[in-house]
């Protein structure tokens, strides 16, 4: 895309990646007061190098190679420090239980992290800024409705785009000849180059010969719903047709990725469960020990392709009350179960459904059959969904502030429906690390509260 976003996040990930290694450089300077020999250097930059890897792995946890954290000035040089200080916890238990590289650098450790948080934080708040900057070029938007005006308040509201919006066409209650004859008013009277638009409008041939002439010229032409995406990780539902549909199905992932899913989940699951074991057995025992029935409940579910699948979790309520609305209203919430909802220790069993291959352990949420039946009745492609497999936790899950549950909410459900269908177009094993990694993030959060 024209933005090239993601090639931003990348030249981030190579420069922290330099600026960690010449921080160790650095701290070797200080540490000896001399230049460091080439023998000093390997012996620090072998074991150091592990520690630049993880180093990257936090940053992308704690949500430094986001598109909009790129903009967050005042509070980098905490989100860099506090990052590093977790690096460094891990590398202090790394270097004194690892004999084999032979140094224990306690002295090295701390001026190492005072150093890196200063570099890091210096070229993402300085150097990057300066090599980002381009003079934004003029633009023209085409297009109505809320998705237009969060599109037009996101570039015009920030420096960092390559282009500005100088003009915006509304395209409600107008025909295809008006825009069009607009569009071109536009082009000849502001010099714009840019037009942002739903490419979907462009079926009027009574114009072709007007169209061909712009696209043979220097004027770029970009899809709104493919720029909107870009700019919120997210799909704009009033703007979907069956382009978008046809284009998201031929994006599907290969065969390969589909059996590494299935394998990785697999792998994952089984060892969570018998890493969680004793944790598993300890909830459960609590949890029979009290009233209300057994330590796990089953609540039915939508899965992959309308199927009805059961999910198992950990009892967090006084009883099972089978989801019926009139026993809900004796039911209650207990202390135990407060803090595994919080906490989302309630959900571990499901690792026992990923096994079994009923979810994943990333995908859209499964949910609740009468609700389904509801939202699809309201909701325009909302079923699209039930055409992957439904995980434990989802892009929708760590991007949506607020996602629906236990209750009817279209409105909400709708925002979490253009998450789960960005995936549902974008899915890929780099996208499910990442969710994993963002997830393992949200749940620390959670714990420390």
């Known amino acids: 895309m024209f933005l090239n976003l993601r090639r931003e ?18 701290t070797l300077l200080l540490r000896y007061s001399a230049f460091p020999d080439s023998h000093t250097v390997y012996t620090h930059f072998v074991p150091f190098s592990f520690l630049f890897i993880f180093s990257v792995l936090i940053f992308l946890i704690a949500g430094l190679y986001e598109k909009h954290t790129l903009l967050v000035k005042s509070k980098l040089p905490e989100m860099v420090f506090y990052a590093q200080m977790a690096n460094i ?6 270097f ?5 590289f032979g140094i224990q650098p306690k002295t090295n450790l701390f001026i190492y992290l005072v150093l890196s948080t200063i570099f890091v934080s210096s070229w993402r708040l300085y150097f990057f800024p300066f090599l980002s900057v381009v003079k934004p070029a003029p633009a023209l938007l085409v297009g109505e409705g809320k998705e ?15 282009m500005r919006f100088v003009a915006h066409v509304d395209m409600d209650g107008r025909s295809i000849e008006e825009i069009q004859k607009t569009i071109i008013s536009h082009l000849k009277e502001t010099g714009v180059s840019i037009v942002v638009m ?15 002439a712009l696209m043979l010229s220097n004027v770029l032409f970009i899809n709104l719903p493919d720029l909107y995406e870009d700019l919120f990780d997210s799909v704009a539902l009033s703007l979907l047709d069956t382009r978008w549909f046809l284009g998201a199905r031929a994006r599907t992932p290969t065969a390969l990725y589909d059996v590494l899913k299935r394998v990785t989940d697999t792998i994952l699951a089984l060892s969570a469960l018998i890493f969680l074991l004793p944790l598993i057995l300890i909830i459960a025992f609590l949890l029979a020990l009290g009233e209300g029935g057994g330590p796990f409940i089953f609540q039915k579910r939508i899965g992959k392709g309308n199927r009805v699948i059961s999910i ?4 967090t309520m006084l009883f099972d009350d089978g989801e019926d609305p009139e026993k809900k209203k004796h039911n209650r919430v207990t202390h135990l179960g407060a803090f595994l909802r919080r906490t989302q220790i309630d959900e571990i069993p499901q690792f026992w459904n990923v096994l079994r291959g009923d979810i994943a352990l990333i995908g859209p949420r499964p949910e ?63 996208l499910d690390m990442e969710i994993v990694l963002r997830t393992i993030k949200i749940l620390l959060g959670r714990a420390s509260r």
């Not at 739903?198 to 061909?212: A, I, M, T, Y």
């Not at 198992?312 to 009892?315: D, H, L, Q």
């Not at 936790?393 to 269908?421: M, R």
């Open 9 to 26: 996040a990348f030249i981030l990930l190579i420069g922290d990646l330099c600026f960690l290694a010449f921080s160790l450089w650095a």
């Open 89 to 94: 916890a891990v590398a202090a238990i790394f």
């Open 368 to 430: 609740i059959p009468h609700f389904v039946t509801e939202y699809a009745r309201v909701i325009p492609y909302y079923e699209t969904r039930h055409l992957i497999q439904p995980g434990i936790s989802g892009w929708a899950q760590i991007k949506h502030a607020s996602p629906p549950k236990f209750k009817l909410d279209v409105e909400a459900t709708k925002q979490k429906l253009s998450y789960d269908l960005y995936y549902f177009k974008h899915r890929s094993f780099a």
């Open 148 to 162: 237009a005006e969060d599109v037009m308040g996101e570039v015009n509201g920030n420096t960092r785009y390559a």
């Open 96 to 100: 004194f239980l690892v004999p084999y």
């Open 312 to 315: 198992i979790k950990f009892r």
């Open 198 to 212: 739903p490419f979907g409008r462009l079926r009027n041939q009574s114009f072709s010969k007007e169209w061909d």
